[in-house]
């Protein structure tokens, strides 16, 4: 009877703990190459990689997911995932605590040559048709001069689908990360038919962040340590050629 007993109370203890912890969960954008994006179902790209060696140098496992820019939004509002390759602006201030930057990217404007326009400012958009990603912020001056609609924003899911447009001329120009705009236009063979402007629209600097309801500044502390210290050991150099001239 006694190990009945015992036996039974075993049970109800496994019944209350959970199986495994999961791993910490870091949501990401699927349709930004060559930063993020993805492929075949998994997160690829420089932000996950990025990510990935980071956490495995604080030894904390971390799964990196990718989805649609919106849902990754979403799902850093609400707690459910961390959000990598993120831009600062201030609404996100007052949602998300931050890491130091990760990356800087430079957002420039690719043009349709027959459109062709010289651009050295906001200002200059004005009543163009600008390809954009649906949910992305682009910097201050950007997001207001949208919001007051000096231009049209036509917004896509992804650059791919924004630099289509921009060929067949329903758009003037899009906005997209150089280096990922370069290596569309490598991939496709767009030279003859798209510009880049030497002004840039903003450069930003990209985070790790976790809604503040989680209190993970502690762990981004941990993050930035270790961010920090592959930046002084050149693996942080390392990955980032690795990933960008593949």
């Excluded at 496709?188 to 038919?193: A, F, G, R």
Aim: proline share 3%.
């Amino acid at each position: 009877m006694k190990k009945q007993v015992i036996f039974g109370f075993c049970l109800l203890c496994l019944a209350v703990l959970p199986a495994h912890a999961q791993d910490l969960e870091i949501a990401v954008d699927n349709a930004n190459p060559p930063f993020m994006y993805n492929d075949a179902g998994k997160a690829a790209g420089l932000y996950p990689a990025m990510l990935t060696a980071i956490f495995s140098k604080m030894n904390v496992p971390v799964k990196v997911s990718a989805y649609p820019w919106k849902r990754v939004l979403k799902m850093g509002k609400d707690g459910a995932a961390g959000i990598g390759g993120i831009y600062k602006n201030p609404d996100r201030l007052k949602i998300f605590d931050y890491s130091d930057s990760i990356f800087s990217e430079r957002l420039v404007l690719f043009i349709n040559k027959d459109k062709a326009f010289n651009y050295s400012g906001v200002k200059d958009l004005s009543g163009k048709k600008v390809g954009i990603l649906l949910g992305w912020s682009y910097g201050a001056d950007f997001d207001e001069a949208k919001a007051q609609k000096a231009f049209i924003a036509e917004e896509g899911k992804s650059d791919e689908a924004n630099f289509k447009k921009l060929t067949q001329g329903w758009l003037d120009c899009v906005v997209a990360i150089e280096l990922a705009g370069q290596k569309l236009i490598a991939q496709e063979k767009l030279q003859d038919k798209i510009v880049m402007s030497g002004t840039p629209v903003a450069i930003n600097d990209t985070y790790l962040v976790f809604a503040k309801s989680l209190d993970k500044k502690s762990l981004l502390t941990q993050f930035n340590n270790a961010l920090a210290g592959m930046k002084n050991d050149g693996s942080y150099d390392g990955i980032i050629k690795g990933v960008i001239s593949d």
